[in-house]
């Protein structure tokens, strides 16, 4: 049964650093890329980043580059998300995600382009 697991989330102070961790278990076959999405409340599900498993390229939505870095340890299926230089804007739960494996282009932004998703860990920014 394929899954993903994040973990890191927390209460952070403006101008702080956090980093989330996504494990991903149960793939016959690695998932052409990961994702980083997150959900404040009462607003749409936000696309934060990408990585492409294959050779590690990864991209920024515009709100979070130059802060946020998306890494990966393939030899721990695990996929992370360092957050730097923190706002209150920035408060969510986070959300990893992965695309149907097989499929041979990534899902960009578009939350309803990804098929497997992990339960979500609450980032707090807040003084």
């Known amino acids: 049964q394929v899954q993903l697991v994040e973990s890191g989330g927390g209460s952070v102070q403006p101008g702080g650093s956090l980093r989330l961790s996504c494990r991903a278990s149960g793939y016959t076959q690695t998932p052409y890329c990961r994702a980083w999405f997150r959900q404040a409340p009462g607003k749409e599900r936000e696309g934060v980043g990408v990585?492409?498993?294959?050779?590690?390229?990864?991209a920024y939505a515009d709100s979070v580059k130059g802060r946020f870095t998306i890494s990966q340890d393939n030899a721990k299926n695990t996929v992370y998300l360092q957050m730097t230089s923190l706002k209150s804007e920035d408060t969510a739960m986070y959300y990893c995600?992965?695309?149907?494996?097989?499929?041979?282009?990534?899902?960009?932004?578009?939350?309803?382009?990804?098929?497997?998703w992990g339960q979500g860990t609450q980032v707090t920014v807040s003084s």
């Open positions: 990585i492409f498993t294959g050779g590690g390229t990864t």
């Open positions: 995600a992965a695309p149907q494996p097989g499929r041979t282009t990534c899902g960009g932004y578009d939350y309803h382009n990804y098929k497997d």
